[in-house]
DNA sequence: GCCTATGATTTCTA
DNA sequence: TAGAAATCATAGGC
């Protein structure tokens, strides 16, 4: 615990100071101390909030040039570090006052007084943006990234991605074709930058957050910061790094979107179906020549048995139709050959059916 | 390289 | 939303 959280810790005796700090008199009676010394440490108070830091520094050091004290007030730029912690270096006369000061049996008592109302007020007004409801966006993109397989646990680098992609390109999607096996190497290493960037992020946020609140709790010695404040420091940089994490987040969907696109681009490299599918196909339509409009279960049945998918079907039919009565002329040999085709098997069919029912030759055919 | 066949896509319509 | 029609893009034969 720093020395300013061990004193907010150890003053709680002094509330009833602080609910009447607005009352100076109040305090007086609490403490118990002369008039005079309370105004003057509030008066010397006072004017040292009022003063810049080369004013103040000017005053207990006026023989030498405050150049070495650059920097800002702000704990994130690190030059504060160096305030708190160059002692050493200071006039003799400095370090006396600052041991004074720090030494004054009102510090710890007037010291919890200014922290309560920093709290009071800055926090108050600052606090109010916190707790902020989680980015839609930010959901959106991690859900993205979990479907395609590139964030969460391992999934064979987004089989369903790669299987619809190899759908697509009128492979089975299980048949591990070259398109498919590509597609999940691709994926896979847009997985490993993902995570490796991932990582550093986290690494450089967490390094950042110990760093700031090194800095902090070594400028509490000297200035009051509540735990509060640290906490809302340690947020506001969580916010910053988040953001660039939604950046690394959109740039990997972009990815997996022109990764996809380029397989479901790989669709126009055409296979011909193979030719037992094509005579399923045929039997079917010239069969049904006279309303060629498969229902879905008849396009299931048709795609499983060509090892085609329904959508491919569809097309088949849709193609078949519009050509086949584009030119009748040029499909009527096509369909002869298959109503001849279609007329023999059902002979066949009929054959041994009635070959079985004849008791003569139960086992027969 | 040209031509035809054919699977896929797009646009329109009922 | 399924199907018709037009069109695109590629395979494969010559």
């Known amino acids: 615990m720093d020395d300013q959280t061990r004193m907010l810790a150890g003053l709680g005796g002094l509330g009833g100071l602080t609910q009447d700090v607005g009352d100076p008199d109040s305090v007086r009676k ?15 108070i006072m004017a040292i909030t009022d003063e810049s830091l080369d004013e103040a520094q000017a005053r207990c050091w006026p023989e030498e040039a405050p150049a070495q004290w650059g920097g800002t007030d702000d704990p994130t730029e690190g030059g504060g570090a160096g305030r708190g912690t160059a002692g050493g270096a200071l006039p003799l006369n400095f370090q006396h006052r600052k041991h004074a000061l720090n030494c004054h049996r009102m510090k710890p008592a007037l010291f919890s007084v200014l922290c309560e109302i920093k709290e009071k007020t800055v926090l ?32 064979g680098g987004g089989s369903a991605a790669a299987a619809a992609a190899a759908a697509a390109a009128g492979g089975s999607p299980n048949d591990g074709s070259i398109e498919h096996s590509d597609y999940r190497a691709k994926l896979a290493q847009i997985r490993q930058i993902y995570h490796s960037e991932l990582e550093k992020y986290e690494q450089a946020c967490s390094e950042f957050t110990n ?19 640290i906490e809302r420091m340690v947020s506001i940089i969580h916010r910053k790094f988040s953001s660039i994490q939604m950046q690394l987040k959109q740039s990997t969907c972009e990815a997996v979107m022109i990764l996809r696109s380029r397989f479901l681009d790989a669709r126009r490299k055409r296979r011909n179906f193979n030719k037992q599918a094509t005579e399923v196909l045929n039997e079917y339509f010239y069969s049904h020549l006279s309303n060629p409009y498969p229902s879905e279960e008849a396009k299931e049945e048709l795609a499983k048995k060509c090892a085609i998918t329904v959508s491919q079907v569809s097309n088949w039919f849709g193609n078949k139709r519009i050509r086949y009565k584009k030119n009748i002329g040029k499909f009527q040999e096509e369909a002869n050959l298959y109503a001849v085709k279609t007329a023999v098997d059902a002979a066949n069919v009929s054959a041994q059916a009635s070959q079985a029912n004849s008791p003569a030759t139960p086992n027969s055919g």
């Open 30 to 44: 609490q403490l118990g101390q002369p008039q005079q010394d309370i105004g003057d440490i509030l008066q010397q």
């Open 124 to 155: 108050s007004i600052r606090g109010v943006q916190e707790e902020d409801p989680p980015d839609p966006q930010i959901m959106r993109l991690d859900n993205m990234l979990l479907a395609e397989g590139v964030s969460g646990p391992e999934k």
């Open 211 to 229: 760093h700031v609140m090194n800095l902090l709790r070594e400028q509490s010695r000297t200035r009051p910061i509540s735990p509060k404040e």
